[in-house]
């Protein structure tokens, strides 16, 4: 393509290493008859290499400097789509999919919050994205990593870390190591009161440096008391932190909750 300049606020770090893009390219391990949505194609450097498998490519770019360059690649590529629009605002109109992306690193949480709302329809998800977001999106309770992003992630999907990619990889380098994280749909039923679990969830860890109890009194329990009691019928010591409770003690607290009507 012609000289061109990447854009920095749009997460413009295009891969340039074919042995990266191999790799990504067997985490989602594209088949003819599949549907496969790449996030940001960027130059089509991946792109090129899903469209080699046959299976059915959307390629999904907000950069409108890039759609003719990447129509010139795919324009007589019946089996690849090119959207010239923002991923975020996208709903597609298929009913599975495979997703992929070299993620512009700023709309990682945005992205993994699509993912999460468009599960039914995800067979899995492969993304690159900041190693230290990776490791929080892995995370288990206990660690400081442990967050918001990794209990609603992972309440629905397994989080593998496949490799990590250094900055020599792309142009321009980025000034952070990379990840590639694989997202695999879990069985697990959905929480009986999502709102509830999602509220919850979020005041547990309003701050960080308070204990879990602190963070729920006054804004989401009246009194100090009442807490305590519910933290103790939930198994939980009355002055744990929230990095410390796990997915399913968060959703017995919800249940808690709910039945003395205090959510
Ligand atoms: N896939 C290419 C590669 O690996 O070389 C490009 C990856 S680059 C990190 C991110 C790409 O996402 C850029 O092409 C950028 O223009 C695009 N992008 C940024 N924000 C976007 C959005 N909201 N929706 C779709 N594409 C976006």
Redesign the pocket.
Known sequence: MQAYH??KR???????SDKI?SKIAEVIDPHPGERII??????????VRLAESSASITA????RD?IAHLSRLFGTNEKVEVLN????L?EPPYERFKLV???????TSPVVDWCVRHREAVDCACF?IQKEVARRLSSSPGGKDWSPLAIFTQLHFDVRICFDVAPKH?EPPPKVISSVVELTPRETAPPEYPQQFERLVRQSFKSRRKVLSNNLVPDLIGEMSAAKVILEEAGLATNCRAEQVSTEQFLKLTKLLVSYNIM
Do not use: H, S
């Open positions: 990447p854009k749009l997460g413009q770090n295009f891969l340039t893009i790449e996030i940001g194609p960027g130059r089509g450097a991946l792109t999904v770019e907000f950069d890039l629009q923002d991923f975020l996208y992306g070299n993620l512009p690193y700023n709309i690159m792309f």
